[in-house]
């Protein structure tokens, strides 16, 4: 569905993405994760062909990204910052005016969604809240039955219990529809049992893509005590080190046994290796660990 070859791209002169490489495949949702100015917009707006890369290519369903045909560029459906609602339509009348341009419109779908928010159809947009525009935006999105999905930062404003029920309402959707989803996050507590794959950004650089449950089973944390551990630096081993009063976090790709050698060859307190245990983490916690706190 998606494929990025070495893809690179320059604001003015300076980069900003570098050799991204990355596939999605068809069926699933895959979650690009990243920080704010990670670089995940940028990516979607190449995908999208507002922006052409500096080098590197990048498909979308088969053809360049920055020539789709208007007949593939219908397939995909896209949720981005800029979507354009006419706050002067109801809620029906903008379901009459977007359905009449897509030959699969579904508007059992849009107000299917819809109809979770109870409220009228004949409410003007301008007078729903934020979360509450959102959703109807979501609504036309996905009334368009796309092949492929685009979600830019999905959450748009949405509250807790509007983020839910479109993450619940979505995951059914991808299932009856076999559309393929590819969205951009950087809230990831709600995404841990809802997105398949996982490609992790920072700084523009791809620092770890996997299946989810991979992920979940192949990196690990560990606590370490201050005084004993301070001399540490990141390495091929070490990715990461957050720092408390304390106590040192570790973030790394090794497992226990393998950290354990690791320790011992740097002059780590022999007991204190001995009793080391990898912490429980959850997606979030990996994704602190691979981007840092701050």
């Known amino acids: 569905m998606i494929i990025c070859e070495n893809l690179s791209?320059?604001?003015?002169?300076?980069?900003?993405?570098?050799?991204?490489?990355?596939?999605?495949?068809?069926?699933?949702?895959?979650?690009?994760?990243?920080?704010?100015?990670?670089?995940?917009?940028?990516?979607?707006?190449?995908?999208?062909?507002?922006?052409?890369p500096s080098r590197g290519s990048c498909s979308v369903l088969g053809y360049p990204s920055f020539f789709i045909p208007p007949s593939v560029r219908a397939k995909i459906g896209l949720v981005h910052e800029g979507f354009t609602q006419y706050d002067f339509m109801s809620i029906d009348e903008i379901e009459r005016y977007y359905g009449a341009y897509y030959e699969k419109w579904r508007k059992d779908i849009y107000y299917d969604l819809i109809d979770r928010m109870k409220v009228p159809h004949s409410r003007k947009l301008s007078k729903l809240s934020c979360g509450q525009r959102s959703q109807v935006t979501l609504g036309l999105i996905l009334a368009q039955i796309p092949e492929l999905l685009i979600l830019d930062d999905f959450s748009m404003g949405l509250d807790v219990g509007y983020r839910r029920l479109f993450l619940e309402f979505l995951r059914d959707y991808v299932n009856d529809c076999q559309t393929t989803v590819l969205l951009t996050s950087h809230i990831i507590s709600e995404l841990e049992f809802f997105i398949d794959e996982v490609i992790v950004l920072k700084d523009g650089n791809i620092i770890s893509k996997s299946d989810k449950t991979g992920l979940l089973n192949s990196f690990y944390s560990y606590t370490l005590p201050l005084e004993e551990a301070k001399h540490l630096k990141t390495d091929d081993i070490v990715l990461n080190i957050e720092r408390d009063k304390k106590t040192l976090s570790i973030f790394t790709f090794a497992n226990p046994p393998t950290f354990k050698e690791y320790l011992s060859k740097q002059q780590i307190p022999p007991l204190t290796v001995k009793k080391l245990t990898p912490n429980s983490m959850n997606l979030e916690d990996i994704f602190i660990g691979l981007t840092g706190r701050y």
């Open 9 to 52: 791209f320059k604001y003015k002169n300076t980069e900003v993405l570098h050799d991204i490489n990355f596939e999605v495949k068809q069926g699933g949702i895959v979650g690009l994760l990243g920080k704010n100015g990670a670089g995940k917009s940028t990516i979607i707006n190449i995908l999208m062909g507002f922006l052409q």
